[in-house]
């Protein structure tokens, strides 16, 4: 069976430092990868989706960026944190569009 | 690109009320909506879906319903439970480019006992 493990669980930043978020699937090849946010009691915004390895498609521009070095690995980063990048981090997987995503468990960032 | 609207934002029901959350797309081409259910401070999970080509489905005391014309989707939750209570997301998903889903702003649902 297929897994989703990403870490870390939280996560607390200074504004201006970098962020390393780490994702990985297991027991599937050549999976659809996703980065999403979710403010603080608000809805789920795409930020980059991953078809295959060094694919990357940003939603938003802003001051994060996304990795896909391995077929089953989707790193988010960003060189310089801020204040407004404090969220609910979800990374995602699934085969196509036929079928619906599953979730990692979450990081939890704070920028302070 | 695709827009998905979601209503109610909040909706509080009594437990073994039903209740009804309702979705609305822009991209007539969109064939597959998955819904989610996120309980606090959790991974959404997926609970249900429906593709186009049916115009409901039914799980248990959960079903969602579709209408292609309309562009209109619904999720249906009878004999509500305490344990239903969470922030529900629609989705649908854009055929144009890539394999992502486009989401509705989520529904709270609290069941009061």
């Known amino acids: 069976s297929q897994t989703i493990h990403q870490w870390p669980a939280t996560l607390v930043q200074p504004v201006g430092s970098p962020l390393s978020l780490e994702c990985t699937v297991e027991g599937t090849s050549n999976p659809n990868l996703y980065w999403y946010r979710q403010a603080a009691g608000r809805g789920l915004q795409l930020l980059f989706y991953s078809v295959g390895i060094g694919q990357i498609s940003s939603e938003v521009p802003q001051n994060l960026s996304a990795s896909r070095p391995q077929d089953r690995q989707f790193i988010l980063s960003s060189k310089k944190l801020l204040l407004s990048d404090s969220g609910f981090y979800l990374c995602a997987w699934n085969r196509d569009r036929k079928y619906g995503y599953t979730f990692g468990s979450g990081t939890r960032l704070t920028v302070v | ?113």
Request: proline share 4%; aromatic share 10%; with cysteine.
């Open chain 2, 1 to 113: 690109g695709e827009n998905v609207e979601q209503h109610p934002s909040t909706l509080s029901v009594q437990e073994g009320d039903s209740a009804v959350i309702k979705c609305t797309y822009s991209d007539s081409a969109s064939n597959y909506f998955p819904w989610y259910k996120q309980e606090l401070g959790k991974r959404p999970q997926l609970i249900i879906d429906i593709r186009s080509n049916v115009g409901e489905k039914k799980d248990q005391r959960i079903a969602v319903t579709l209408n292609k014309t309309a562009k209109h989707f619904s999720l249906h939750i009878t004999e509500t439970q305490p344990e239903d209570s969470a922030v529900y997301f629609c989705a649908a998903s854009w055929t144009n480019t890539g394999n992502q889903f486009y989401f509705g702003t989520g529904t709270s649902l609290t069941v009061i006992p």
